[in-house]
């Protein structure tokens, strides 16, 4: 018989106990719901709610429980429906009667909201420990290819030459608000549910503080009702997952780009590849794909939640249920990402001559021959034009801004002097931008001290 089974006359049948048990999902939280009973029991006794032997017993009990899921020597009985009742079913077949003191002015309701947010805590702790890996391997790069120029794009087409550190930190920000995102996720599971019961609290003497100070949460949650069905955390917790997917899914398309023959940009080391079974030439940036394709399940993981909490009344619901699947899919998906990336990118090859010989195709230069007269007095309007009309000159020779005798340049304005050369030289052009957080080597230098602080502080 079921724990509640009291008031049936029947069992449930065969597949709505399959269909109703949350077993196959929530077993993956039982240290968390083992940590939670502890404490629950531990306060029950402080409060002279049970006894001292009885509050032994439950602990000695659990331990040995977890114990045995820990060696794999637990079996988990469907029938038991969630790791709720499943654990303490089997702590009142080992110790008896004390077992079946442990669900005092508590219900499941609180008690799962507890164990998920313990859940979300450790989860959001894992991404932020994955995410810091990441930027730490982006980091390097940055320190590694601080000379390497590629062109910079927009619309997918050449616009000015950039640093690939440059290219590489702009990644590391978009992880470092990741992190941020993440951990807001775990302030907002670090409130402790426990006491609110079913929904209204209940009339035990029980000291909440205490519970939420033994399972390390910052504080209790305010309101009963409120405490047993709200899933915002989780919601936190699967959008800062999705923006981190989304960020890890541009950052793949990149790969899959300049891994490809038209870029060469890089080179995918072959552990990081795989083959075609029937192309035999083929090295494909399977991987970089697949975190590409995983954004999709992140995002279904998020909107699935929103679309399920949507229409729910006060307080607990059984459609809360379906909370714990996705999030822990989120989390399952991002940690093999945020891992795969990292050591995608550790082990990959730079192609610098590729980068360099993109950066003289596409007249990167204009910008700043532009600017050049622009500087020496001509509005910067008037300026764009007389480029505009130079490229246009270009195209129609099919060469490049660099390689336009200077008399041509003279013609099209006399302020272009043999300086101009210094307009057109790639790594001129990158050193020239020095703006605050420009791509100038020097401005990336500061730059990079930045994404090193920020390490050390998250
Ligand atoms: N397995 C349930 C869940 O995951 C636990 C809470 C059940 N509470 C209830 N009143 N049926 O949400």
């Known amino acids: 018989m079921a724990l509640w089974g009291g008031r049936f006359e029947a069992g449930v049948a065969e597949v709505t106990q399959e269909f109703g048990a949350s077993l196959p999902v929530d ?12 404490a629950h029991a531990k306060m029950l006794a402080a409060q002279g709610i049970i006894s001292a032997e009885d509050e032994q017993a439950i602990a000695k009990g659990l331990t040995g429980i977890e114990q045995d899921i820990d060696a794999g020597n637990f079996t988990f009985d469907i029938n038991d429906e969630d790791i709720h009742m499943s654990i303490e079913s089997e702590l009142t077949r080992r110790i008896g009667e004390a077992g079946k003191r442990l669900h005092t002015g508590r219900s499941r309701n609180d008690q799962v909201a507890t164990d998920t947010r313990l859940g979300v805590k450790a989860l959001a702790k894992e991404l932020m420990e994955a995410n810091l890996e990441l ?26 030459p950039v640093l690939l550190s440059h290219h590489l930190l702009a990644y590391s920000w978009m992880f470092a608000r990741d ?57 936190d917790l699967h959008y800062a997952g999705s923006v981190m997917a989304m960020h890890l899914s541009r950052l793949s398309e990149e790969i899959v780009l300049w891994s490809s023959s038209e870029f060469g940009f890089i080179t995918l080391s072959d552990s990081y590849s795989t083959g075609s079974s029937i192309m035999p030439q083929k090295k494909n940036p399977d991987f970089a794909e697949l975190i590409r394709g995983k954004s999709g399940r992140v995002y279904g993981n998020l909107v699935q939640l929103l679309v399920t909490m949507k229409g729910l009344p006060l307080a607990y619901n059984k459609d ?107 790594p001129s052009i990158v050193a020239a931008r020095t703006t605050e957080g420009g791509t100038a080597p020097a401005a990336v230098a500061v730059q990079l001290q930045r994404a090193e602080a920020q390490l050390v502080v998250d």
């Open 320 to 426: 809360l249920q379906e909370d714990k699947e996705g999030a822990l899919d989120t989390a399952h998906t991002l940690m093999q990402c945020l891992s795969v990336m990292a050591g995608m990118i550790s082990t990959w090859t730079v192609n610098e001559d590729a980068m360099a010989r993109e950066c003289g195709v596409g007249h990167l230069a204009a910008t700043d021959v532009a600017d050049y007269l622009a500087k020496r007095g001509l509005p910067f309007r008037e300026a764009h034009a007389v480029v505009g009309h130079l490229v246009l000159m270009c195209e129609k020779r099919g060469c490049n801004l660099e390689d336009l005798p200077f008399e041509v340049f003279q013609e099209a304005s006399p302020l272009f002097e043999h300086d101009i050369t210094e307009a057109l030289d790639i």
């Open 135 to 160: 930027r730490h391997v982006l980091v390097d790069a940055a320190k590694k290819y601080d000379k390497v120029i590629l062109p910079g794009y927009t619309h997918m087409q050449h616009a000015q």
């Open 179 to 235: 992190f941020t995102r993440l951990k807001a996720a775990f302030d907002a599971a670090d409130n402790c549910p426990l006491g609110a019961a079913a929904l209204a609290g209940t009339s035990y003497p029980l000291d909440r503080q205490m519970t939420a100070a033994e399972l390390g949460f910052a504080g209790v949650i305010p309101n009963s009702l409120d405490a047993v069905s709200d899933r915002d955390f989780l919601l």
């Open 27 to 38: 077993k993956h939280l039982y240290k968390q719901d083992i940590a939670g009973s502890k």
